[in-house]
């Protein structure tokens, strides 16, 4: 099994970070847990070229000014399962200005759907929910937070 490369796009409003919301068995347990928004790169495909065609087709708008801030790599278990991600990480704005309004936006991949919220940055900080994947807290702490 080799790396999945990924791309993330961070998306900020005021305190708040744009973060899908999943549920079931994760790194440090099962539960609830988030995730920014983005997806997995394609053979020949340039990581922010990745984040625009994925927040198309997850949420049906475009992405402006993606930012370059860090790679992060993220070895991690599942199930007795060994996972390996390398991630390219970017601040991003959305297009759609109206969707900063929303409380939260529904997230389609394929054929089943989903929920992005605005979460306050200080709940992963303090522990209180779950950001994947580890080390996103500490880019929080050093890059959104400085």
């Given amino acids: 099994m080799y790396p999945r490369a990924k791309s993330l796009g961070l998306v900020i ?10 549920k079931g068995k994760h790194s440090n347990g099962e539960g609830k847990f988030f995730r920014p928004l983005g997806g997995t790169i ?3 495909e340039q ?4 984040l625009n065609r994925e927040f198309i087709e997850e949420l049906g708008t475009e992405v402006l000014n993606p930012r370059y801030i860090t790679c992060l790599e993220n070895i991690f278990k599942v199930n ?3 996972g390996h991600e390398i991630f390219q990480i970017y601040l991003v704005d ?6 900063y309004d929303k409380h939260y936006l529904e997230v389609k991949e ?6 992005a919220f605005w979460i306050p940055m200080n709940k ?3 522990g209180d929910e779950f950001i994947y994947p580890d080390g996103l807290t500490q880019i929080i702490r050093q890059y959104l937070l400085s």
Avoid: N, P
Avoid at 13 to 22: G, P, R, S
Avoid at 94 to 99: A, F, I, P, R, V
């Fill in 13 to 22: 409003k005021e305190d708040l970070l744009l973060l899908e919301e999943f």
């Fill in 42 to 44: 394609e053979f020949g």
């Fill in 47 to 50: 990581s922010d070229i990745t």
């Fill in 80 to 82: 007795g399962e060994v």
């Fill in 94 to 99: 959305l297009k759609e200005q109206w969707m």
């Fill in 110 to 115: 394929g054929s089943q759907t989903s929920k």
């Fill in 124 to 126: 992963f900080l303090h």
